[in-house]
């Protein structure tokens, strides 16, 4: 099973640049995440997706947005890059319920803009 | 609003030591904690999960504790080996944040041969 699959692994902007980052699952998960890892941090979540048609703010969405018109896809989108954004990022996927399943999550994608 | 720490931040061990890894929260109002492994320029792999009624998971070499009430959770490693040298997070699910997780700053291991 492919799990959670995350396109690109590396990537470098300019500043200014757009981009977006795809996220694919195919555990038919309804709940799909996107989080920010920066160096020594722990993971801090930017948007989230409780189902198709339907996305909502984590604690650091300034600068991004998302979508989720299919089960399968949450692509996450950068407009004007910032050097603030330069991260690792992580997509994750998981059930909703029971409340007790675990997440899911894909190897990650290495953003720097310069 | 919950907060998670890790300590140590860093942890050296030579090969064949038992070791302990903690983690702690602010808000005993938690679905479950769970405990991953990150190793460089990977992502994360999911260790164990403890839900909110229990108080210890096991798998291995590892095993996870809980105590709520007090706002705690370890991670035992049994008999550590080189292949044990990773990042180490810790995730709690707050009651009130639907299916996120808040997480830990993690603690970077190195099991030296």
């Known amino acids: 099973n492919a799990g959670v699959t995350q396109t690109p692994k590396f990537r470098i902007l300019k500043i200014g640049q757009s981009m977006t980052l795809q996220c694919t699952q195919d555990?038919?998960?309804?709940?799909m995440y996107w989080y920010r890892q920066d160096p020594g941090m722990g993971l801090k979540l930017i948007y989230y997706?409780?189902?198709?048609?339907?996305?909502d703010k984590g604690e650091v969405p300034n600068g991004y947005n998302v979508s989720r018109s299919t089960t399968e896809d949450f692509p996450l989108r950068l407009e004007l890059a910032a050097p603030s954004q330069t991260s690792v990022y992580f997509c994750?996927?998981?059930?909703?319920?029971?409340?007790?399943?675990?997440?899911?999550f894909g190897s990650g994608t290495r953003l720097t803009v310069v | 609003k919950q907060e998670v720490t890790q300590i140590p931040a860093a942890l050296s061990v030579p090969e064949g030591e038992n070791l302990v890894l903690n983690c702690s929260f602010t808000?005993?109002?938690?679905?479950?904690l769970q405990w991953f492994r990150q190793d460089p320029g990977k992502g994360l792999t999911s260790l164990l999960l403890?839900?909110?009624?229990?108080r210890e998971q096991t798998s291995g070499r590892l095993n996870a504790s809980l105590d709520k009430s007090s706002g705690r959770s370890t991670l035992y490693i049994a008999a550590s080996q080189p292949g044990d040298s990773a990042t180490y997070l810790c995730?709690?699910?707050?009651?009130?944040?639907?299916?996120?997780?808040?997480f830990g700053g993690g603690t970077r291991l190195m099991v030296k041969p």
């Open positions: 994750a996927s998981s059930y909703s319920l029971p409340p007790n399943y675990g997440y899911t």
């Open positions: 555990m038919n998960h309804n709940y």
């Open positions: 997706s409780v189902g198709a048609g339907i996305t």
């Open positions: 808000d005993s109002a938690i679905y479950n």
């Open positions: 403890i839900q909110s009624s229990q």
């Open positions: 995730a709690v699910r707050p009651f009130n944040a639907g299916n996120m997780l808040t």
